[in-house]
């Protein structure tokens, strides 16, 4: 029984690390991926900022982020960080980074005008590219290995309902063991 829920347990920590490796792509008002709280609360224009946290060094990412139906906005353009950028983030973008980069890298700019009357909660994901045959978001780390990221999620005009920040529960090495022990 301990042989098989050890097994389970360092499967389940090696597949976190190699999507740890790759990291995530989320939507965030600030270029530090630090608040994935968006708003739409007064007309005007309005920067979101795709940034790439959580990896361990990465030189490229793919992915889409397309106005979900509930921003009741209007898609301006995209501002690319970095020269090698092809495609956008409302079709599929790919962004090459020069070199090699550490955690958190911002990505893109997506700029809109803003109207301010998004309802709260209405979530914005980030998802695959649907131009590559994968159907993942792809992340190149620094040994130009080809990995799966995950797509992050902001939340236009956040409530208590809705907060896109997720707090965890501060625990020890112990209290994770006990939790397996016969």
């Known amino acids: 029984m301990k042989k098989a829920l050890l097994l389970t347990l360092v499967l389940v920590v090696s597949a976190s690390m190699a999507f740890a490796q790759a990291g995530s792509v989320g939507l965030f008002a600030d270029t530090g991926g630090t608040d994935c709280n968006l708003a739409d609360l007064t007309p005007g224009l309005t920067a979101y900022y795709a940034v790439h946290v959580y990896h361990a060094g990465a030189i490229a990412c793919q992915f889409a982020a397309p106005k979900p139906a ?40 997506i700029n809109y005008f803003t109207q301010g009357l998004t309802a709260p909660c209405c979530v914005y994901p980030v998802v695959n590219d649907p131009n590559i045959p994968s159907g993942e978001i792809e992340v190149v ?22 907060d896109c920040d997720v707090p965890t529960e501060d625990t020890t090495w112990g209290k994770v063991k006990s939790l397996y022990t016969d």
């Open 141 to 162: 780390d620094c040994a130009n290995n080809l990995l799966v990221g995950t797509g992050g999620v902001g939340i236009v005009n956040s409530s208590p309902n809705c």
């Open 70 to 109: 509930c921003l009741l906005a209007t898609w301006l353009s995209d501002t690319a960080v970095f020269p090698v950028t092809v495609g956008g983030s409302q079709g599929g973008v790919a962004i090459g980074y020069g070199s090699c980069q550490g955690a958190p890298t911002h990505v893109l700019t």
